[in-house]
């Protein structure tokens, strides 16, 4: 009778196991603000309701939508009441759901130690750095326009984040580590447009400390495009590199794609970095199971898939 049930018991196992594959869903949107004239939110809302239900379509239980990851510029004038009650209100259904934001440059007001009092910090009730744990993904939140500058009064804010994000990624190895912050290390956007190029602060004082603990994927914004890049490890491709997103397509106006070689993202040594660049409005669907993230890029409305990788973590 035991070994009737124990067999039972192994056939529902497998049938189970090999019938359902599970995965964490979460979206990855950024720079959804929309500025000409007044703030307003309309393409934003249909580019986030787009995502919502593009994850409801295509992902079967038990795989269900974790959170949303946003990558910052939610408003064009962080001191502006209004632009933050557009936001909200255009993203009332993903506020349905865990959102995870990082700091843009649009959504910083003047320097202000008691950041409490920030539309940011009323919208989503989180501080400026920031981790936390969603099933498989350890998920680190930094603000890349503290610059350590010894003239800035934000310099000592940066130093705290600094050793706050070394010390949160030295307690949490083990998952996947995933690192938001808004403006993107490494991009094809050329470097003399007025601070949209590669972000070179973030690249040589936090890059390398991402590389010394093992962190999976960067995720950014701040450039209205998509982009990726290979797998990064000291400035040239490598297995072991990290891959970087920038996910610029939330509602903002879009930039022209790097289309030509000498155009794209390169190393030292000339060799082309970028991986895929797309000028489209886009959401991310990042999918976890226990050692895998595919990575989907899908362009809102016409659901044509921009680009799809995968992340693996022995
Ligand atoms: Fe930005
Ligand atoms: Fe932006």
């Not at 529902?12 to 196991?17: K, M, Q, V, W, Y």
């Not at 959804?32 to 809302?45: I, Y």
């Not at 500058?149 to 705290?160: D, G, V, Y």
Request: charged share 20%; net charge negative; proline share 4%.
């Amino acid at each position: 009778m035991k070994k009737s049930l124990f067999c039972l018991f192994g056939i529902f196992f497998l049938f189970f196991h090999f019938s359902y594959s599970w995965s964490d869903e979460l979206i990855l949107v950024g720079d959804c603000r929309q500025a000409s004239g007044n703030e307003n939110h309309v393409l934003a809302e249909k580019i986030i309701n787009d995502a919502i239900q593009y994850v409801q379509d295509n992902s079967q239980p038990p795989s269900e939508l974790q959170g949303i990851i946003l990558t910052g510029d939610y408003v064009s004038r962080g001191k502006d009441p209004a632009g933050w009650e557009s936001f909200r209100s255009a993203y009332s259904a993903a506020f349905e759901y865990p959102l995870y934001p990082c700091l843009g440059n649009h959504d910083t007001e003047v320097f202000d130690l008691a950041y409490k009092r920030w539309n940011y910090y009323e919208t989503f009730q989180k501080p400026r750095w920031y981790s936390v744990d969603i099933g498989n993904v350890h998920l680190i939140s930094l603000d890349s326009d503290l610059s350590w500058n010894p003239l800035s009064p934000e310099l000592l804010l940066e130093i705290m984040q600094y050793h706050w994000f070394k010390k949160d990624l030295r307690r949490n190895a083990g998952k996947f580590n995933i690192v938001i912050w808004h403006e993107p290390a490494y991009s094809s956007h050329p470097a003399e447009s007025k601070g949209h190029g590669s972000n070179l602060f973030m690249r040589h004082r936090y890059v390398p400390v991402c590389e010394a603990f093992g962190v999976d994927l960067v995720l950014c914004g701040h450039n209205h495009w998509y982009e990726r890049t290979l797998p990064i490890k000291n400035g040239i491709v490598s297995d072991e590199g990290i891959t970087y997103i920038t996910a610029g397509g939330g509602g903002a106006n879009l930039y022209p794609a790097a289309v030509e070689q000498q155009d794209k993202l390169k190393d030292k040594d000339g060799n082309i970095l970028s991986a895929a660049n797309a000028s489209a409005y886009h959401f991310c669907v990042l999918s976890v199971s226990d050692n895998t993230i595919t990575i989907k890029a899908v362009q809102y409305q016409t659901h044509e898939i921009l680009d799809s990788f995968e992340v693996q973590k022995n």
